[in-house]
C-alpha cells in the first residue's frame, strides 16, 4: 500500500496555469503507474492523465491533451500535473492515484488504481 498526498490546488483565471503534486509514501518500490483524475461537483469522477512509473509513457485524455502534462520524479516518488491554458470547466477536485499490483500499459480507469489521495481543489474563473 502506499500513501498519497495531493497539494498546489487553488483558484486560477481562464487562461492561466497551476501544478500539482502528488507525493507517495509507504510501498512505492511497488509503483507501476499513477495518474491524475478530476471530478466536478455534479459528475462522475473521470480520467485526466497516466503515467508509466518505470518507463515514462504517459497517456491523456481528449479534453486536456496539449495542455496538460504529467510527468514523475522517480527519485522523490512524486508525479506532477502541469496545467496549462486552463478553462473554467477544468474546475474540479483533482485526485492522484497509484498502481502498486501489476504493471498494465495505460492506467486509465478507476479500476486499475488501488490508492488514491485525498483531492485538491482547483478552481478556475472566468
Known amino acids: 500500500q502506499v500513501q498519497l498526498v495531493e497539494s498546489g490546488g487553488g483558484l486560477v483565471q481562464a487562461g492561466g496555469s497551476l501544478r500539482l503534486s502528488c507525493a507517495a509514501s509507504?510501498?512505492?518500490?511497488?509503483?507501476?503507474?499513477m495518474g491524475w483524475f478530476r471530478q466536478a461537483p455534479g459528475k462522475e469522477r473521470e480520467f485526466v492523465a497516466t503515467?508509466?512509473?518505470?518507463?515514462?509513457?504517459?497517456y491523456y485524455a481528449d479534453s486536456v491533451k496539449g495542455r496538460f502534462t504529467i510527468s514523475r520524479d522517480y527519485a522523490k516518488n512524486t508525479v506532477y500535473l502541469q496545467m496549462n491554458s486552463l478553462k473554467p470547466e477544468d474546475t474540479a477536485v483533482y485526485f492522484c492515484?497509484?498502481?502498486?499490483?501489476?504493471?498494465?500499459?495505460?492506467?486509465?480507469?478507476?479500476?486499475?488504481?488501488?490508492?488514491w489521495g485525498q483531492g485538491t481543489q482547483v478552481t478556475v474563473s472566468s
Open positions: 492515484a497509484a498502481r502498486t499490483t501489476a504493471y498494465i500499459a495505460y492506467a486509465r480507469n478507476q479500476g486499475d488504481f488501488g490508492s
Open positions: 509507504g510501498r512505492t518500490f511497488r509503483l507501476y503507474n
Open positions: 503515467v508509466n512509473w518505470s518507463g515514462g509513457n504517459t
